[in-house]
């Protein structure tokens, strides 16, 4: 894709992101190709115009990070104040998201069910599965599958180091 700067080819939006979203904006509008490689452009320049006066913004402040704050400030340094609240709505619902992420990748606290119960349940299942391999006879349960002998009684014969017993 051809850029204004020459050297910065590999720094545009995906097409395909700006195509999605004039389909959603304008879904029953047709839009050329030329008119669409004129907005993949426009939104470059729009976001390294924004990014280098927030990078601005950002050092004047004596800061290494660029929060939103600085492009906030810089939205509104640049003439685009009109667009702030609409901003600062989006970061809320970015944030919202953010957080609700992150309480939904811990699956422990999702379930409701304290630790020392879950390590319970697990206790309870190994218990189960060593009941099924090994019946109560002390004999393994599926003998006639165990690599070890027919006539095996124990699972160390049957499950050893680098050897999966398949039952």
Request: some cysteine; overall charge neutral; aromatic content about 2%.
């Amino acid at each position: 894709m051809a850029s204004s700067s020459g050297n910065d080819d590999d720094l545009t939006i995906p097409r395909a992101a700006i195509n999605k979203m004039i389909k959603e904006t304008l879904p029953n509008v047709r839009v050329a190709n030329d008119a669409r490689e004129l907005v993949v452009n426009c939104c470059t320049e729009f976001i390294h115009l924004v990014s280098s006066e927030a990078n601005e913004i950002c050092n004047k402040s004596e800061k290494k990070t660029i929060s939103p704050e600085h492009v906030i400030q810089a939205l509104e340094s640049l003439g685009f104040g009109s667009y702030i609240s609409e901003v600062k709505e989006v970061l809320q619902e970015c944030k919202t998201v953010a957080l609700k992420r992150r309480k939904a990748s811990s699956r422990l606290e999702n379930l409701g069910i304290p630790e020392e119960e879950l390590l319970r349940q697990q206790q309870e299942l190994f218990a189960k599965t060593a009941t099924s391999r090994i019946g109560p006879t002390g004999m393994a349960s599926n003998a006639a599958s165990c690599p070890a002998s027919t006539d095996c009684c124990c699972l160390s014969k049957c499950i050893q180091p680098g050897r999966i017993f398949s039952g």
